[in-house]
């Protein structure tokens, strides 16, 4: 070991340094004397001398407020506080250095060697001219702040996964396995794909407008050019030229005209009118209607050519005769409800009996003329019949006939009568009148002798069936009187005067202010 000479001051006493081992042997005794009880060891100065032998220091000892020039080489040193300055840790042999907080005041310049650690926290600087290396199994997070990259550093087959909140790309190249989109319960995708091999690029672009937009597919539309009008089913789209297979459904045209329809090579049409329309111009075919109105039918025959103009059916072909036949299929009818042959002769024609008893209907009868219609008087009871007393009914040889004046005035209409007409006098029983419907006579006393009395027919409404029949005192009358003086079957006149009539019923309102005429008479008494 070398040391050097000390020169010490112990209680204001200099000692001076060993000479030898043995000296310094005896300089340590008397220190440590000294420092047991009060004193200190203090070195003025030391001079480099040799010891055969290690010095040690058995007690804590204190040199604050020197300054050790230059400690030579320590070569196990425990430094438990202070500072260490302007000093190089490890320039000969580097080792470990263990701390808390290492503060530099410049550059940490690691050189070969790594620095490890279990936290750094870096609040500065730049790291650069090195890679960052993050190790399997670890995460580089940065979700507290901001990852800054240049321009195209990311490369497309690096990213993978995840989701992209927001994100604005200026050109995104896909491969062929298309774009992706995933459903409304993110269950499958939606792949949207080119489904053509391009030999350059080309462009698809959708102009929404100021709105949102929904494309509704309900089956895989082919798209030769875009519509460049609305097309929706209120819309009125105009097409040049329109190739339509077949319509599924019903639909209308109402309101607007075909300039030109072409040609239909089959049509069903169910309702509406057909106007300025030539039928078979080049190829005739059948026509089947209900009912077909036209100014002219023209069979176009040029021989024995029938044109219907009209109300007339003439022939006017080239031939000097031309006959006009109705033929009926099968056991099928001509039928003509009404007919009117003004000249030539109907032969050899069986009529029906319908036809006949229509004949038989439309006797022309004057004024108060009649037709197989008679009167009786049996068991009590007035009874208007056929002229040979049989019943009166509905067929042809069974009905009556009598001329009336018409509601119209200054006509004569001649009304059927098909049923007879009863009335009994008021001692008998029902159809009667009331026992005071005397017409303006007395009815307190028994008549002298029978006077005449009229029966007239009254015409309600030029029908048969409201045909009506009465009787009174005075055979000149045309019109009946107000009901307030008409008898019938119900009941009595308001007022009995000389001009009352007695209806043969009980429609005295129906009947009152009609035309009527006398057709017959006959005697009558009055018994109280």
């Not at 996964?161 to 062929?176: P, R």
């Amino acid at each position: 070991m070398t040391i050097y000479k000390l020169t010490t001051r112990t209680n204001g006493n200099i000692i001076d340094g060993p000479a030898d081992d043995a000296e310094f042997t005896q300089l340590i005794n008397t220190v440590n004397n000294v420092s047991t009880t009060t004193g200190t060891l203090r070195a003025d100065s030391i001079t480099s001398y040799t010891l055969a032998s290690e010095v040690s220091i058995d007690d804590t000892w204190n040199a604050a407020g020197q300054t050790c020039t230059d400690i030579g080489i320590i070569t196990t040193v425990d430094i438990n506080g202070g500072t260490i300055d302007s000093t190089t840790i490890g320039g000969a042999s580097a080792a470990a250095i263990t701390c808390t907080t290492l503060t530099t005041g410049g550059k940490l310049t690691a050189g070969a060697n790594e620095i490890e650690g279990s936290n750094f926290d870096i609040t500065g600087g730049v790291i650069s001219a090195c890679d960052i290396t993050v190790g399997a199994a670890k995460t580089l997070n940065v979700s507290a702040g901001t990852l800054t990259l240049a321009d195209n550093q990311i490369s497309g087959d690096k990213v993978e996964g995840g989701t992209i909140a927001a994100i604005s790309i200026t050109e995104l190249t896909l491969a062929n396995a298309g774009l992706h989109i995933l459903d409304t319960n993110a269950s499958h995708d939606l792949i949207i794909t080119a489904g053509s091999d391009l030999t350059a690029d080309h462009t698809i672009t959708l102009t929404t407008g100021n709105a949102d937009r929904t494309i509704t597919l309900s089956g895989n539309p082919t798209l030769s050019d875009w519509f460049d009008q609305a097309v929706k089913a209120a819309s009125s789209p105009t097409f040049v030229n329109l190739s339509i297979t077949s319509i599924a459904s019903n639909w209308t045209n109402a309101g607007r005209t075909v300039a030109d329809a072409g040609i239909l090579t089959t049509v069903d049409i169910n309702g509406g009118s057909i106007d300025g329309v030539t039928i078979g111009a080049a190829v005739a075919g059948v026509i089947t209607g209900t009912t077909i109105n036209a100014t002219t039918f023209d069979t176009n025959v040029a021989a024995a050519a029938v044109t219907l103009a009209g109300t007339t059916l003439a022939a006017d072909g080239t031939n000097a005769d031309i006959d006009i036949n109705i033929t009926p299929k099968g056991t099928g009818s001509v039928v003509l409800p009404k007919v009117d042959i003004n000249t030539g002769a109907i032969e050899d024609v069986a009529l029906s009996a319908v036809a006949q008893d229509a004949i038989d209907k439309a006797p022309e009868l004057s004024l108060g003329e009649v037709r197989n219609l008679g009167l009786t008087y049996t068991a009590n009871t007035m009874t208007i019949c056929q002229a040979n007393g049989a019943a009166l009914a509905d067929t042809a040889t069974n009905r009556g006939y009598i001329g009336v004046p018409s509601i119209t005035a200054g006509r004569i209409v001649t009304l059927p009568v098909v049923a007879n007409v009863a009335w009994n006098d008021n001692g008998h029983a029902a159809p009667s009148f009331p026992v005071d419907c005397g017409m303006g006579l007395t009815k307190t006393a028994n008549w002298a002798v029978a006077l005449p009395l009229y029966l007239y027919a009254v015409n309600e409404d030029d029908t048969a069936a409201n045909l009506g029949w009465f009787f009174c005192r005075v055979p000149h009358k045309t019109r009946t009187p107000a009901a307030t003086v008409i008898h019938d079957f119900d009941a009595a006149a308001a007022t009995d005067t000389n001009s009352s009539i007695s209806l043969i019923g009980n429609d005295d309102a129906g009947k009152a202010v009609k035309p009527c005429v006398c057709v017959g008479s006959f005697h009558a008494t009055w018994v109280t």
